[in-house]
């Protein structure tokens, strides 16, 4: 598969380097000349490109930016792409977004308003960077780690669901975009190591209450 990245920060490169050790061809970016990718490049052995490109270029795109610079990038390409959503929302360095803090919305509802046409789904927001290579397992490992997902789009849905699987990690469907909140900051969903059964739970009981 082709994967996209936007953002090549801590979680863009996590993703990068544990797609192209299982096959897959990867492109990266971030806000500036792709040059400055350059030893990235080398040391991940993926693409680089600009934003434009690497959405461009994958059949799936992950979105690893910090969610302040969500309206920075050109919604058009991505119409019709299946979209991988990691991004959180922190106050502290994205500012109050009141439809977040009031939970009107989810930041990958958002995600979606913003790059209409694209079939949003949430993934990788919930896992840290540094926990991705590390607790990625073949399947049937006893000790596989689940994620999290949601997203409006089923066959969106079970691609990332694949690919995820593929990757090293079991599944769990937390449903339509709305219901994201039961895994974003500081739910017990959230960036907490769980097998399928723990995450269902963490998920079913998550209790909701502002964040502010
Ligand atoms: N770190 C984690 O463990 C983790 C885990 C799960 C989810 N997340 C979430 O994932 C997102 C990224 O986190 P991170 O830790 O990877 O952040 P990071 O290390 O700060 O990297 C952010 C990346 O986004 C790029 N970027 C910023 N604005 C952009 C724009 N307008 N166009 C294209 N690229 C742009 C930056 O490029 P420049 O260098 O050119 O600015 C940089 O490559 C955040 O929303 C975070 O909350 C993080």
Redesign the pocket.
């Known amino acids: 598969m082709r994967i996209g990245i936007?953002?090549?920060?801590?979680?863009?490169r996590a993703v990068a380097r544990l797609a192209v050790k299982h096959g897959h061809e990867v492109m990266i970016?971030?806000?500036?000349d792709p040059r400055?990718l350059t030893s990235a490049m080398i040391s991940i052995g993926c693409r680089i490109g600009t934003?434009t490109d690497a959405v461009e270029f994958g059949d799936v795109v992950l979105l690893?930016?910090?969610?302040f610079?969500l309206e920075?990038?050109a919604p058009g390409p991505f119409a019709g792409k299946v979209l991988l959503d990691?991004?959180?929302y922190?106050p502290a360095r994205d500012d109050q977004i009141p439809a977040l803090d009031s939970g009107q919305a989810t930041t990958s509802e958002l995600v979606a308003r913003h790059f209409e046409g694209a079939k949003v789904v949430k993934a990788?927001?919930?896992?840290?960077?540094?926990d991705i290579e590390p607790d990625a397992r073949l399947v049937g490992a006893p000790d596989r780690r689940a994620l999290p997902i949601a997203g409006d789009d089923a066959l969106a849905k079970a691609t990332v669901a694949e690919l995820l699987g593929e990757l090293g990690f079991d599944v769990v469907d937390a449903g339509v975009l709305g219901e994201g909140w039961r895994f974003e900051r500081a739910r017990p969903a959230y960036?907490v190591r769980l097998d399928v059964a723990g995450l269902e739970a963490a998920l079913a009981n998550a209790p909701w209450s502002s964040l502010v």
């Not at 990788?124 to 540094?130: G, T």
């Open positions: 936007i953002g090549a920060g801590f979680i863009g970016s971030n806000s500036r400055t934003a690893a930016i910090p969610f610079a920075d990038i990691a991004t959180n922190y990788f927001n919930a896992i840290l960077e540094r960036c």
